[in-house]
C-alpha cells in the first residue's frame, strides 16, 4: 500500500483529520483576519501570519499538532488542491513508529484514477528516470519556512509542472 492507494486517500484518519480542520477553519480565519480565500495570492499572507508565530524550525516543529498549525497545514494543502484539482490529500490510515506517527497528510495523485496510458508512462518513467508524479507533506513545507529560502507558493509549482507533463503525454 502506497501513498497514492485509495486506502490512504480514504480512513478514517485522515477523514476525521480533514473535517476537524474545515470545521476549525472560521475561527482560525477570525482569529488571523482578513482574506482567506484558498487562492495562490493568499499563500505570501500565510507565509507572514506562519513567520510571526513561530519564531524558528524547531518552534514550528513542536506546534505540528497545534489547532492553529494544524488549521494552517489544511489551509495550504487545500489551495494547491482547489488550485489542482486532480490533487488528492492522503494519510496513512494506521500510525508508524517515532515521527511517522504524526499526522502528517500528503497531497499527491491519485494513479488509478489516470488513464492506463498515462499511468503506464508514470510508472515507467519513475523506473527509468526519477519520481515524476508530485508529493507534497504541507507541515514539512510550512515547517522549511524557517531553514530555507523557499515560498508556500513553491509548493503550487511542482502540480502545475505535472499538469503540463499529463497534457503533453495526453496529447
Known amino acids: 500500500m502506497n501513498v497514492t492507494s485509495p486506502q490512504w486517500r480514504d480512513n478514517p484518519r485522515l477523514n476525521q483529520w480533514l473535517t476537524a480542520q474545515e470545521n476549525a477553519f472560521p475561527a482560525?480565519?477570525?482569529?488571523?483576519?482578513?482574506?482567506?480565500?484558498?487562492?495562490?495570492?493568499?499563500?505570501?499572507?500565510?507565509?507572514?501570519?506562519?513567520?510571526?508565530?513561530?519564531?524558528?524550525?524547531?518552534?514550528?516543529?513542536?506546534a505540528h499538532e497545534d489547532p492553529f498549525m494544524s488549521v494552517a497545514v489544511w489551509y495550504l494543502g487545500e489551495t494547491v488542491r482547489r488550485a489542482h484539482p486532480d490533487a488528492v490529500w492522503s494519510c496513512s490510515p494506521t500510525p508508524g513508529e517515532g515521527s511517522y506517527a504524526r499526522m502528517s497528510p500528503l497531497l499527491t495523485y491519485a494513479t488509478d484514477l489516470l488513464g492506463d496510458t498515462i499511468r503506464e508512462e508514470i510508472e515507467?518513467?519513475?523506473?527509468?528516470?526519477?519520481?515524476?508524479?508530485?508529493?507534497?507533506?504541507?507541515?514539512?513545507?510550512?515547517?522549511?519556512?524557517?531553514?530555507?529560502?523557499?515560498?508556500?507558493?513553491?509548493?503550487?509549482?511542482?502540480y502545475t509542472a505535472f499538469q503540463e507533463y499529463l497534457d503533453s503525454v495526453a496529447g
Open 28 to 62: 482560525w480565519r477570525q482569529a488571523t483576519g482578513g482574506t482567506w480565500d484558498f487562492t495562490p495570492a493568499s499563500l505570501d499572507r500565510l507565509e507572514d501570519v506562519l513567520l510571526s508565530r513561530y519564531a524558528g524550525y524547531e518552534e514550528a516543529d513542536a
Open 124 to 158: 515507467w518513467r519513475e523506473e527509468t528516470y526519477d519520481e515524476v508524479l508530485p508529493q507534497r507533506n504541507p507541515t514539512s513545507d510550512i515547517k522549511a519556512l524557517h531553514i530555507s529560502d523557499r515560498h508556500l507558493s513553491e509548493a503550487l509549482d511542482e
